[in-house]
């Protein structure tokens, strides 16, 4: 089995959410950051030690945009190629929600109806940024095996 690297929280308050996973659990987290996808400006933060717990906080319209109220997002996993795990998970019924790459980011979210999450695929080529930010001591995950072009 391949290891998913992470687990993503939306939440309209980051520092609460960051807060109260502290004192529930004693996660240790990263220091958080802003970041900008598109026009929608976000937080966002990783817990120290995978598997890691991503929480974001994203405006309305956003993908992440949690009006509604936080919510478990999805789950993530590194990919070989996102195309072909695109057309993969499409081609398994799992519709694409929303495609980063159009925004020079390289992933993609896919709805699994049947957990009301999504799952996350996300290029290798990154893997080694991410783990330089977030986790510079960490171990990288292997790519998702049935995910994989070969």
Do not use: N
Not at 4 to 30: E, M, S
Not at 98 to 121: K, M, N, Q, T, W
Not at 123 to 140: H, I, K, L, N, R
């Amino acid at each position: 089995m391949t290891d998913f690297y992470h687990v993503c929280f939306a939440v309209p308050d980051l520092a609460k959410a960051t807060d109260d996973l502290t004192l529930a659990t004693g996660v240790r987290w990263r220091e958080p950051r802003g970041g900008t996808l598109g026009s929608w400006e976000y937080q966002i933060v990783f817990s120290v030690g995978a598997p890691y717990i991503e929480i974001i906080e994203g405006p309305p319209g956003s993908p992440w945009d949690c009006t509604g109220g936080p919510r478990f997002d999805h789950l993530g996993w590194w990919s070989t190629s996102i195309e072909v795990s695109t057309r993969r998970l499409t081609d398994a019924g799992f519709p694409s929600d929303f495609d980063g790459c159009p925004f020079g980011r390289s992933f993609a979210y896919h709805r699994l109806d049947s957990i009301g999450a999504r799952v996350e695929v996300v290029d290798t080529a990154g893997q080694a940024e991410f783990m330089s930010a977030w986790d510079p001591d960490g171990v990288p995950a292997t790519a998702l095996e049935c995910l994989r072009t070969s």
